[in-house]
């Protein structure tokens, strides 16, 4: 059954593992039997996170501005611009100083079944 | 290795099998080696289309609105909102009077290995 997304359904969580203020919410997710996870990302001002991926993931700026960095690979994405990280690599992102909204769709699931 | 996509660098072209203005261009799919799809979609003002999804469908509104039925249920998106499609459901897209833009991801690949 087709379902509408909008963040003022996302209940955010700290991203587990990290200490900046870096915040997901699923909405769509391993509890809904398909194979995608879809949610909203917030990151504070300056904040971010680094981490390998475990899943293939792919980040839409909604609003403010990040940078994610992998090796020698650099960018920077604002407001309808995508960051596509795919699995395995690891990943630096951090937010500008406006902080940043973001959407995103992994697959597979990035939390297992089970995980709090 | 991670990759920025913006709309700039989309080519679009008509969706196959429809006849009204809708173009998709696809920035990441079956050409890249990965197992998901990620491209931008343009719809004309009030222009749609009508299809049974052969794969699972994620479609965030980048501007304008659109609505999308599924038997029953009718959801209609703006700006910062996504549809989740889930594959076999028979879907009808179509834009308000403003058009729209959208950024989507499919898992597995909509388009085939060597389809045109």
């Given amino acids: 059954m087709i379902r509408k997304l909008s963040m003022a359904d996302a209940s955010f969580e700290r991203s587990p593992g990290q200490d ?4 997901a919410a699923n909405l769509v997710d391993q509890r809904h039997g398909g194979p995608i996870t879809i949610g909203y990302g917030r990151y504070g001002p300056n904040q971010g996170l680094n981490e390998k991926l475990a899943v293939h993931d792919v980040m839409l700026v909604l609003e403010g501005r ?3 960095s992998s090796g020698d690979v650099h960018v920077t994405a604002g407001p309808g611009e995508i960051v596509y990280m795919p699995k395995g690599d ?3 992102i951090r937010a500008h100083d406006e902080g940043a909204l973001t959407a995103y769709v992994t697959y597979p699931h990035w939390q297992e079944p089970g995980a709090a």
């Fill in 90 to 92: 690891t990943v630096t």
């Fill in 20 to 23: 900046d203020d870096v915040f």
């Fill in 66 to 68: 990040l940078s994610v």
